[in-house]
């Protein structure tokens, strides 16, 4: 995903008022959270709420926007919060209708199940690593690219980054040993 120098700028524009320029922000990175709440699976019936609800939640909280960090990291972050939000009342409300109807769950609704616990494994890292991960998975950006964006060495980023996935790996196989 390309990022843009001037959505500071922009971010600033939209801070004094001018609509017009959130509209500009919107217009921008649509395709970037639309692809992203592809990527995590979410419901085709569903996307269209979620990112929605991305740009409003963006548009309140847009005072808490580092101009320092690139911006679209910022905006799939609040993306990937909302998806999980979602995920969770997903899941509570699953577990009422499994309760009140006892029957077998699906092998879709089991895979919607392990795939937002895994998102929960991905949401307890600390921010440093959720936005390691969140660069070289969800945005595709090169290893030297990231190392720029966090000023450490590459090979630190490398390093970093398959011992997270290798711990992710380990906890998602224990999650499923254990029923889940």
Not at 87 to 107: G, M, Y
Not at 111 to 118: R, T, V
Not at 150 to 159: A, G, H, M, Q, T
């Amino acid at each position: 995903m390309k990022s843009f120098p001037d959505d500071a700028k922009i971010v600033e524009q939209v801070r004094a008022g001018d609509k017009n320029s959130l509209e500009l922000l919107i217009d921008r990175h649509l395709p970037g959270v639309l692809g992203f709440f592809g990527y995590l699976g979410a419901p085709r019936d569903i996307i269209d709420d979620l990112v929605q609800e991305t740009f409003i939640r963006a548009s309140r909280k847009l005072a808490l926007y580092d101009s320092g960090r690139p911006f679209i990291t910022w905006l799939l972050s609040i993306a990937r919060n909302i998806f999980y939000d979602q995920c969770r009342k997903t899941a509570r409300e699953k577990n009422l209708v499994d309760t009140l109807s006892e029957d077998k769950v699906t092998t879709a609704e089991e895979n919607a199940l392990i795939d937002c616990s895994i998102r929960e494994l991905l949401d307890s890292l600390p921010d440093e690593t959720k936005l390691l991960i969140e660069l070289r998975v969800f945005q595709g950006l090169p290893f030297q690219e990231i190392a720029k964006i966090l000023d450490e060495p590459e090979v630190n980023i490398r390093v970093r980054f398959h011992r997270t996935i290798s711990r992710l790996r380990g906890s998602a196989r224990k999650e499923n040993n254990h029923g889940f």
